[in-house]
């Protein structure tokens, strides 16, 4: 008999791994801030120099957006890595929020932002078997180690063991 993983390593508590990293590069961020968040900080490198912030930096949402993508890239080597052994494939389901959000400094033009999350809790959810509730502590760093951003997120995840 197969010995089965009982849950995929990030729904277990006190789990943390590293999601990789990203530069944001001054075309990026503008494309971003067009589209979603057009503050001069955001969109021309001259007026941001003289901003409050002293340089063209990413939208918060950017960062944020980033995470996700990164998030997604993690899972999907997660649900690879599992379905290689033949192991039970999990599916994520809906979000029903974040909280705690901090920005703590802006991410400027040609810094590498390094993600990270952490599993703080994973339970069973009371209404909805096969599925648990999933909240972890989502964060980011610069290459000088300082933190940029962090939350708390929680999302439905469905796992059939």
Request: hydrophobic share 35%; net charge negative.
């Amino acid at each position: 008999m197969k010995n089965h993983i009982t849950h995929p390593p990030f729904m277990r508590t006190g789990w943390s791994g590293d999601l990789g990293s990203h530069l944001f590069s001054s075309e990026e961020i503008i494309e971003f801030a067009k589209d979603y968040d057009p503050q001069i900080f955001h969109l021309d490198p001259v007026a941001a120099e003289k901003s409050l912030l002293g340089g063209l930096c990413a939208s918060g949402w950017h960062t944020a957006s980033v995470w996700m993508r990164q998030m997604r890239k993690t899972m999907a080597e997660e649900l690879a890595r599992l379905e290689s052994m033949a192991e039970p494939l999990f599916e994520f389901g809906p979000s029903p929020g974040f909280e705690k959000l901090h920005w703590y400094r802006p991410v400027y033009a040609g810094d590498t932002i390094a993600y990270s999350s952490e599993t703080l809790k994973c339970r069973p959810s009371r209404s909805k078997p096969g599925w648990y509730l999933l909240k972890g502590l989502q964060s980011a760093t610069n290459e000088k180690g300082d933190p940029v951003i962090s939350f708390e997120s929680v999302v439905l995840v469905k796992y059939p063991a």
